[in-house]
């Protein structure tokens, strides 16, 4: 139940693609979902956030998909550069401060 | 405005010895919250505090660990006799808290801990 299960663990796209990572929730009780970046030896920082009662945030070039039915969000990386390689990880937390994380995304972009 | 600080970045320790691992959040931020991660993982929360207070402490381990944010100078974290599965990188976030706890959390660089 308070599980948040991300995939893929880790994904290579050339230069210029589209970066798809996905998360599956089962607490439908959860009502923040933030999306986090993490280069090697930093902490994570945060990128982009959503609440259940919208469908779409876009931030740039970064947008998050929120699929409620389907317990699902997922975070959408255009034009995608080497300066976005790094860890993403997202999360998720009901009315509450204890952030309940996915396992991380390793994203590579060759140039 | 300078970020959440954490020190030191790395630290060894030998098994039975105490870490102490230090936070300052960012200025006027009031809440602070400690996660651990294990290579190839995601953070786990381990303990919420504000000023003097601890407020949830549910992801702390029973034993050895312990954690204080005092009214002066930055929160702690401690480990007591540690051992090699302590062994992780340690984040600090903090949030403003102006109305309670803000979902918006900011993370320091971490501390790396490695028991031998």
């Known amino acids: 139940q308070q599980q948040v299960k991300q995939s893929p663990q880790s994904l290579i796209v050339q230069k210029g693609g589209i970066s798809i990572i996905n998360c599956a929730y089962e607490n439908t009780a959860f009502d923040y979902f933030p999306w986090y970046q993490q280069f090697p030896g930093k902490g994570p920082a945060l990128l982009i956030a959503?609440?259940?009662d919208v469908s779409e945030k876009k931030e740039g070039r970064f947008t998050i998909s929120f699929n409620k039915s389907a317990k699902q969000f997922s975070l959408h990386i255009m034009d995608s550069q080497p300066g976005d390689s790094a860890t993403y990880f997202c999360a998720a937390s009901k009315g509450h401060y204890q952030l309940i994380w996915g396992a991380g995304t390793k994203l590579i972009i060759k140039p | 405005n300078a970020g959440v600080m954490q020190n030191p970045r790395h630290l060894v320790r030998r098994r039975g010895q105490e870490a102490r691992l230090r936070c300052s959040p960012m200025k006027g931020h009031s809440h602070v919250y400690w996660y651990r991660q294990l290579p190839e993982e995601g953070l786990k929360f381990m303990v919420y505090l504000q000023k003097e207070n601890i407020i949830d402490e549910s992801g702390m381990p029973k034993e050895r660990f312990s954690a204080e944010f005092p009214k002066e100078g930055p929160s702690i974290l401690r480990i007591q006799q540690v051992v090699r599965g302590d062994s992780a990188a340690y984040f600090c976030?903090?949030?403003?808290?102006?109305?309670?706890?803000?979902?918006?959390?900011?993370f320091g660089p971490g501390t790396r801990l490695t028991v031998t």
């Open positions: 959503i609440r259940p």
């Open positions: 976030a903090s949030s403003p808290g102006l109305a309670g706890p803000s979902y918006e959390q900011y």
